[in-house]
């Protein structure tokens, strides 16, 4: 029973730290006592703080209360309380009204009364704590973690049931194995079901929350997976019924109970622990990497933990035609507004970088449409192979990196040129075709486009490293599931100085509705953003903000969690397979064992001998190395578990071989214990 107890503790607790680790990834602001999760999509009034009045009278009339997650300026996570007096109601005003609030408990009263207020656009979303478990098991960075844990505790189970099997084979010749079946079944379940929960029990304590979906979702995936562990349990005990249904009760008896079937499916598990446990320390290492290249950029991302991404509606779905064309003076008032809101920001407030999209496609479009004889674009002769290496950017941009990396080198900007083009030295040969390329990308025309007199150069030193912020716009780094390689060296950045445009001249269309415009794709420093939107009128397109930095941070968390569960298979999967390597070999020697003690006591050679009883493992592990390689295409790291797995089985032989010495006299006589 205390094995039984030690293997369902184990697995118990294994199963609940991948299980928090997974939950974290869905995000852990899910924590209050909520049904409802509100999100305000949009704002079209001109007053904030009357409008998150009116919110708080209404939910006070309604008897909900709204908890809305903020973080403070120094990036701390809180959270804010409408519809109850508070501290943070002040700090909840001074935050953008769009975003997401999750509500107490859902109300009619409160819906229709939000209904009314024209001012805001809302979507509800009912909260089901079902949504975790299913995230789990299926779309969960640890999912493979949670099967493959399953699977052991299967393995693992059998391997205790078989270590009593001389136990069971009693109760099978006295009538009564299907009683010692259903008390075994029940001794997992019951041990299952108290650690189950003791550990809902502390992981609802360690929140101080009882009913917040966070709570009640890890009760219920864990739940689930309890229940998953009995049935495993249950599987586990009629597997171990059928093996002692197909030996002889005497050769159980005699300790010879490992018969082909009962062999093959102990060594089909150590087979598959080894390809498994492969494929885990092969994934723990490429995961490392990541978590190590994650950390790395973490320190830089920090430098901006004060800046945010806004999302804007810049409202063309309200202002376009019957043949779905823009409404010509809605487009000339929108890029004077963008240009007036790009043009607002000091240089430090405003970083923009994104790469360059003139690739062999467009560099065929802008030609076809330089060499038409209406056209008033300049043709110039291009190169779009360089496009990999030029980044546009902002002033902000090239500040922060001489932050970031002090012995940078950008040289003097000249303050009167529209673009500085900073060029590493050993790239200064292609200096034209770069001035063409951007050119080009801008699509200027004759007469008031960008023209090689608009440039400033800058020749800089090789192997400049420069942090690129690439936080995937038009999508959050969680979604996008991998954040992209950071630094970069001997990029061409080309700083537009959007102080220098003027919403008279053509070449404003180009920068502004090129991949050259900054507008709603810009880090901005937070205190900046809402005093400039309402400078520029532009407050009610405001949608939301992320705060990259802090998504990134997360990022960081998702990749530990994901790195933790491979881990915690590692360990699993290496207990367990020792523990059933140690149960296979020490019965197959015991089945053989007369015979390797009497070659001992008449001087034969018991080496033929053993390797006949150990070729089928030794084989079977190279097999499994082999298949390892063709799915990791590590080769070395497979030959390294390969040899340890070999050391390890001639650790247990050498063990069983003294075992057998040391009882020379009971295994001739057959009464060997």
Known sequence: MKLRGIVSLVMAVLLSLIIVGSMSEVGQIIRYPASTKMTITEFLG?????????????????????????????????????????????????????????????????????????????????????????FLFSQSANAPSVWILLAVFFVSVYAVEMAYVKKGMIYRSLGR????????????????????????GIFALSQASVDSVYVIGFAISFGISIFLLMLLSFFANILFA????????????????????????????????????????????????????????????????????????????????????????????????????????????????????????????????????????????????????????SRGFILMNEKLFPKNSFGETNSSKLITIYIPKSLKKYTQSIENNVIAETFPVVTSGV????????????????????????????????????????????????????????????????????????????????????????????????????????????????????????????????FILWKYLGNLYLRFSKVLVIHSLFGGNEIWQEIKILSPILFGSFISAGISGYLTGNWFLCAIIFALYVVEILVVVLMNKWHIREKRVQIVKDSLE
Request: no cysteine; glycine share 6%; proline share 3%.
């Open 46 to 134: 001109k007053n904030k703080v009357e409008t998150f009045n009116e919110i708080n009278k209404l939910a006070k009339e309604s008897g909900i209360i709204i908890y809305k997650p903020l973080v403070t300026d120094d990036g701390s996570p809180v959270t804010g309380k409408l519809g109850v007096e508070q501290a943070r109601i002040s700090e909840i005003k001074n935050r953008t009204l769009t975003g997401d609030y999750y509500l107490s408990h859902d109300s009619d009263q409160f819906r229709q009364g939000i209904a009314t207020m024209s001012v805001l656009k809302v979507n509800y979303l009912r909260l089901s704590p079902f949504v975790f478990p299913l």
């Open 177 to 200: 194995l299907s009683n010692y079946l259903l008390r075994n079944i029940l001794v997992y379940s019951t041990f299952l079901f108290v650690i189950g929960g003791v550990i809902i």
């Open 242 to 393: 059928f093996v002692l249904k197909t030996h002889p009760v005497v050769s159980i008896l005699k300790n010879r109970y490992v018969n082909r079937f009962g062999g093959a499916v102990y060594m089909i598990s150590i087979l598959l622990s080894m390809i498994i446990f492969t494929l885990s320390i092969n994934a723990s290492i490429k995961t490392a990497i990541h978590l190590r290249d994650y950390n790395q950029s973490i320190s830089k991302w920090k430098s901006i933990k004060n800046y945010v991404l806004p999302s804007f509606d810049d409202g063309e779905g309200l202002n376009v035609d019957a043949n779905h064309m823009l409404n010509q003076e809605y487009l000339v008032n929108q890029i004077k507004s963008e240009l007036n809101f790009n043009q607002s920001f000091s240089d430090g407030d405003f970083i923009f970088a994104r790469a360059s999209a003139f690739d062999k496609n467009m560099e065929k479009y802008y030609l076809e449409a330089a060499a038409n004889p209406e056209s008033r674009i300049a043709q110039v002769k291009t190169d779009s192979s360089l496009s990999s290496q030029i980044m546009y950017v």
């Open 451 to 578: 023209s090689s007199g608009d440039f400033n150069l800058s020749i800089i030193p090789d192997n400049q490293e420069v942090f690129l912020f690439d936080f995937n716009p038009g999508r959050t780094p969680f979604m996008a599931g991998n954040l992209p390689k950071q630094t970069a060296r001997n990029k061409i950045l080309v700083q537009v100085n959007y102080k220098k445009l003027s919403s008279l001249t053509d070449n404003v269309a180009g920068l502004m509705g090129g991949n050259t415009t900054p507008y709603g794709t810009a880090l901005i420093y937070k205190k900046e953003l809402l005093k400039k939107l309402n400078e520029n009128n532009l407050q009610n397109q405001l949608v939301s903000v992320d705060n990259i930095s802090a998504d990134v941070e997360q990022l960081s968390k998702t990749v530990t969690t994901e790195l933790q569960g491979t881990i915690i298979v590692m360990i699993s999967v290496i207990l367990s397979s020792l």
